[in-house]
């Protein structure tokens, strides 16, 4: 029985990158404990820049100041 | 102390049928507990379709196939 | 597709009345929404009293003061 | 690693309340247990009134009797 | 700004499997996504068969009578 | 009508550290947002560190190489 929320900031996730986020995290966790998909659940849920704070700044002013969270 | 978050697809959870959940939620567990309503906080959730998967596939993607989450 | 967690302090609910619970919430819910069991998951989570804070206070030190949580 | 989620009802909560919230959780917890902001993350949830419970009633009929949440 | 919990039943998830949970999901969302791994935490909570009701029913429960969460 | 939620590693945090993150919280919140305290409550989650990965690594591990999460 596993359940999986996966909080993401609201930056233009498209709908085919959620289905890809929900295949893949439905397929490792089935896979790896051997579990039958049909009881496994994926929630994704997008937070406004102004309601996530990193090291005590709202992401939005982190991305006005040019601050990305970007793979380098 | 109770604190219960409901989660919920999106699909036409009237404001009514939202205060049966709250009411019957905090009845059952305050007379099964023995706990004070006034400790107890039922908080509702609802989730885009595209944002739940179910056994792999967005619950949007279900839904236009004709597959349901009602009782049989 | 409903998703339901119970968060309550540790303190001495037993295995029957967490199974009250569990059918009590799956029963409301279905019942009020029309949804399937079968995708209907509930997860009750103790919170030691050390840990939930109430009005600033850990409950631990509450109890310890004579004040309780039950009904009046 | 420290992630910090805050639920609020949704009644007005400005930019500038949530920056203080972000930036009073996360020096208070890197302060506390010496934690590397870097490391500390804070997200803020707004939920509607028609989806907050409080024994037993939603927030939004309390606030149409006129019971607010405010100090007192 | 990514963060995952993954809720699993307690049935003997090993170290090594949790390792590659965390592993896997870290991979998608930072791949899928294009973000920094140095921003994603995963958190796994594995929960009491007591404690997770499934239609109705605590897995405790489902379990003794022989029915299991395993793919067919 | 606040809740919120700290999920930190499990890391040797004190009784009193916990109170002074519930009193902090607690203050700063009602302080912020003109709440009274009595719908306030927060509750504090330590995870293992097994289960918490960050940059796709158990903490476990990270700690075993020497990598803390303390302020610099």
Do not use: C, F
């Amino acid at each position: 029985m596993p359940y999986v929320k996966i909080e993401l900031t609201r930056e233009g996730v498209s709908r085919e990158q959620k289905q890809v986020l929900i295949k893949g995290v439905t397929d490792l966790i089935t896979n790896t404990l051997n579990k039958d998909p049909h009881l496994t659940h994926v929630v994704i849920q997008e937070i406004d820049l102004d309601d996530w704070g990193y090291a005590g700044e709202q992401t939005s002013v982190l991305r006005e100041r040019g601050i990305s969270a970007n793979k380098k």
